[in-house]
């Protein structure tokens, strides 16, 4: 939804991608964030989130050693400690956010996945669910950016809809209550789902689906320049930026009469954070 020949970059041509400080600073607050619930309620404070920090980076660190070129040079550490500093500033605003102690989530960092009627299979992680006693499910999303304009909220908003949509087809409920926590700014968005609302994302996702295989089928991925290539790690082969793609690795067949690739791959603002996945049936 951001840029169709990122997509392709990324899921055709499979072209690397460097390691970035914030991508993997969220990945630790979130990790640091699932693990303080396996305390008992009463010790989920501040201090005690803080101070997983550095062995939840030593972990990560053990499973992706290639995270460890983020800080190549830092021969004394001060990068990394101010990176690691930041990272406990935001498992500490989290408690001005919720309160831990007075949660139990049902799951965290739950991987799900669900196939529609059509044969298209959605999978995605979701940070955390809430199941309240009376049976109202509750899904949280954790962001380490700042709350987007409201604007800029169709991304954050699209994916937790695709969530919800997910969760109702798993379990037979239409989720309450979608909520975002954004540590960077310290706010809370919370959004309510309607069915109708589920139903718009299945109709979305399916035809962001046709309008991929057609671009798949035709080789047709065009750039779509937005603020976000600033953090493209393609701008050397997009034309945007003066490059020149590789050669298409998939044979192609021309688009036929009336098939439109760039008209169905209609726009959303995304936002950098947890990817949601679709799968052709
Ligand atoms: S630099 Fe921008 S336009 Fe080019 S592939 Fe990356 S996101 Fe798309």
Known sequence: MQCPLLYRFRVIDKLPEKPSEAATRG??????????????A?????PRARALVPGQWDRLLEARPELAELFDGDAGGERLSRWLGEAERLVERW?????????????RELSVETELDSGLRLRGVIDRIDVAPSGEVRIVDYKTGK???????????????????????????????LQLVYLGSGDVLTYDPSMADLERVE???????????????????RPRPTKLCGWCDHRAVCPEFGGTPPVYPLSVRPAEAGEDVQGR???VRAEAGRSVALEGP
């Open 203 to 221: 109709r979305k996702l399916l035809a962001l689906w046709e309008a991929i295989a057609l671009a798949t089928r035709t080789g047709d991925w």
């Open 95 to 107: 408690f001005s956010l919720e309160d831990p102690t007075r949660l139990e989530p049902a799951e």
């Open 42 to 46: 009463a010790d989920r404070t501040a």
């Open 147 to 177: 709350a987007p304009r409201p604007e800029y909220a169709d991304g954050p908003l699209f994916q937790m809809t695709f969530y919800a949509l997910v969760i109702r087809r798993l379990k037979g409920v239409l989720p309450r209550r």
């Open 27 to 40: 990945t630790l607050v979130h990790a640091v964030l699932e693990r303080l619930f396996d305390a008992p």
């Open 265 to 267: 791959m209609e726009p």
